[in-house]
């Protein structure tokens, strides 16, 4: 097990799905902020709460890849799955921060 795809583009193929349901799963993000944010009863606390949701759900997804990933390599150290896992999920998601803030964000970019 590697990290080396990292540091390469994904197919095209590949990318074209995650820009196809990336829309999706980021509309569906933005329902479970918003209606958090509507719960009247937690008053000025529930973007705590709303924001906590997010990562929970995101939780919920990298906990299903991480799965996925140990599922594919079933001999490999459980540690090392997750350690493999971890080193994906940081890369990305510094790499998609700054493509987001640079306003080029392209679902499957290479990490540089």
Same mark, same amino acid.
């Given at each position: 097990m590697t990290t080396d795809y990292l540091?390469?583009?994904?197919?095209?193929?590949?990318?074209?799905?995650?820009?196809?349901?990336?829309?999706?799963?980021?509309?569906? =993000?933005r329902e479970a902020f918003d209606r958090a944010m509507q719960v009247a009863d937690l008053g000025d606390e529930r973007h705590h709460d709303a924001l906590s949701l997010?990562?929970?759900l995101c939780a919920v997804m990298v906990a299903k890849a991480t799965i996925l990933l140990g599922d594919r390599y079933p001999l490999a150290d459980p540690q090392r799955v997750?350690?493999?896992? =971890?080193?994906d999920l940081q890369? &990305?998601? @510094?790499l998609a921060m @700054? @493509?987001? @803030?640079?306003?080029?964000? &392209?679902?499957g970019g290479a990490v540089q």
């Open positions: 540091h390469r583009e994904m197919a095209e193929e590949i990318m074209q799905i995650g820009e196809e349901i990336g829309p999706q799963i980021d509309a569906l =993000m997010s990562f929970q997750w350690t493999t896992a =971890m080193t890369l &990305r998601t @510094q @700054q @493509q987001m @803030q640079e306003g080029r964000f &392209r679902a």
